[in-house]
């Protein structure tokens, strides 16, 4: 359930009218209001609901009371993200738990829900028959052997890695690996995920021998699993190979800003890349795409079909899922950073060749060392002063292609290769900054006016890009490789919106104090 709840009443009526809305199953279910918190008398099914939390030994404890053990299909323990349902273990069964806990029954329903209680329901009751996070349609007509993490019903299961401490990036991409080969995951009694087959256990990060930090390392970065249900619900957790992707943009694009500044990292939204996909096709007709700082992946889906190409990050995380996913097209995935090697380095690694029409395409990581207002957002702001500043290695680029920001050689590496090269294309976005002559940004400008021909230009609102501020200009252009052809700067025009267009011109600025260049040297 989406809102807050104060009391179990509110949240039992918005449960009940959820799943008789369901159009997978006819259900009938009505509050009751002694006992059982929930029942549909036709299906016979009986649910326990609280804030949080299960309370499995309350509802079984409740049942035999009442006398319905013989009438039971199906148990639901339902909270404010999920409701598990299971199948009822048999009569008597649950008249011995519910004997054990008070002979007499003289006790509330309420009374006897306590931990140990619990985890002895659950062990009586065994695996989960379907486990409903209120997405979709609900159907209890079959077993469900597995969970399935989709982009739709992620947040759920955020919940519980982050309860366990699990890095979401590395666990999700191990689940999937190892469904790709057809085996599961177990959790031991000491808690840890391991691979049932090699018995390979999950761990966050690569540990070094000998460098054990905590007792949390010791589980290789996360909180050992007990919880009987948890427990449970982990093993039966699974991904599909085409849904990899599409989740990690999802966590990506919901990082909290102060991570994506901290990176430089500003994910470029679907509709923008599809349709700059569709410019390059027709201005540039790549033979091989090199995509350096790729991210999530989201610049090079429209691309993977019908051509072939790298993408690089220097983030593990990113790339592993992109690996597996991706693995059935003409593409190498590496794992490097994009700037700090040398120029001939990176031509190796990305197996460059002069015969092939290249394009470098990318929207790099930006971010300055001095921020300013316009890039900053509201919660980065304290006392009217910038909270965040960018350390920034230039890689002995600083001298050729200025300083001042994550974005400077980040493009200066990508303008070297293709020198190298000799040849190819560059496409990219930036700072509208770096093409209307800012200071900062004027070698960067200047490089490319003195090797590359402008091909095309367009000019997209910061709101475009996940983490940038909406008064934030971003550029892209395309630019193609010719030496020394010292593109006139006036020639630049930019499409914006409503499918207008701006044009540069060089002009000398008037206003007191403002430092300036009149021209490119």
């Not at 029942?39 to 009986?46: A, G, R, S, Y």
């Not at 955020?158 to 590395?170: A, C, R, S, T, V």
């Amino acid at each position: 359930m989406k809102k807050k709840y104060s009391d179990e009443s509110e949240l039992q009526r918005d449960i009940v009218k959820h799943l008789n809305s369901s159009n997978k199953q006819t259900f009938n279910f009505e509050i009751t209001p002694h006992d059982f918190d929930i029942i549909d008398t036709i299906l016979k099914i009986f649910i326990e609901t609280k804030i949080q939390g299960h309370a499995p030994s309350q509802l079984i404890y409740a049942i035999v009371k009442k006398k319905k053990q013989g009438c039971v299909n199906f148990l639901g323990l339902a909270n404010i993200d999920e409701i598990r349902f299971y199948k009822a273990p048999s009569k008597n069964k649950m008249e011995k738990f519910a004997k054990e806990i008070d002979p007499t029954f003289s006790r509330s329903p309420s009374g006897v829900n306590n931990k140990e209680n619990n985890i002895k329901a659950f062990k009586l009751i065994g695996k989960p028959w379907r486990i409903y996070t209120y997405e979709g349609n609900l159907d209890l007509s079959k077993l469900i052997k597995e969970v399935l993490i989709t982009e739709e019903n992620y947040d759920y299961f955020e919940k519980l890695l982050k309860k366990y401490n699990i890095d979401p990036m590395f666990y999700l991409t191990y689940i999937a690996d190892i469904l790709e080969n057809q085996l599961r995951i177990r959790v031991n009694s000491e808690g840890r995920i391991y691979n049932e087959k090699t018995f390979e256990p999950y761990h966050n990060k690569n540990i070094k021998q000998g460098n054990v930090i905590d007792n949390l390392d010791k589980y290789g970065g996360y909180k050992p699993i007990k919880n009987i249900p948890d427990k449970r619900l982990f093993e039966m957790l699974c991904i599909k190979k085409g849904s990899l992707t599409k989740i990690k943009q999802h966590i990506l694009q919901n990082l909290s800003i102060t991570i994506k500044r901290s990176k430089g990292h500003f994910f470029t939204k679907k509709e923008i890349s599809e349709n700059i996909s569709k410019i390059i096709k027709e201005k540039v007709k790549p033979d091989y795409i090199i995509e350096p700082y790729v991210g999530a992946g989201a610049l090079i889906v429209p691309f993977l079909e019908n051509y072939q190409g790298v993408g690089n990050d220097n983030n593990s995380k990113l790339i592993e899922p992109l690996r597996i996913e991706y693995s059935e097209y003409d593409w190498v995935f590496t794992c490097k950073h994009g700037w700090k090697y040398s120029t001939e380095e990176y031509i190796k690694l990305w197996n460059i060749s002069k015969d092939k029409n290249n394009l470098i395409y990318f929207n790099p990581p930006f971010g300055t060392t001095a921020t300013n207002l316009s890039v900053s957002k509201k919660d980065e702001i304290k006392n009217g002063k910038k909270s965040r500043k960018i350390k920034i290695d230039y890689a002995n680029l600083g001298d050729t292609y200025g300083r001042g920001d994550l974005v400077i050689p980040a493009i200066g590496r990508m303008i070297e290769i293709i020198k190298k090269i000799g040849s190819g294309y560059l496409a990219f976005f930036c700072p509208a900054g770096i093409m209307f002559g800012r200071i900062r940004y004027y070698k960067v400008l200047k490089a490319l006016l003195q090797d590359f021909e402008f091909i095309e230009g367009h000019i997209c609102d910061g709101n475009n890009f996940k983490g940038v501020a909406s008064k934030k200009s971003i550029a892209f252009t395309i630019w193609k490789y010719h030496k020394n052809i010292n593109t006139d700067i006036n020639s630049l025009v930019f499409k914006v919106k409503d499918n207008k267009f701006i044009k540069l011109k060089k002009m000398v600025l008037l206003k007191n104090g403002w430092k300036y260049s009149t021209g490119y040297r």
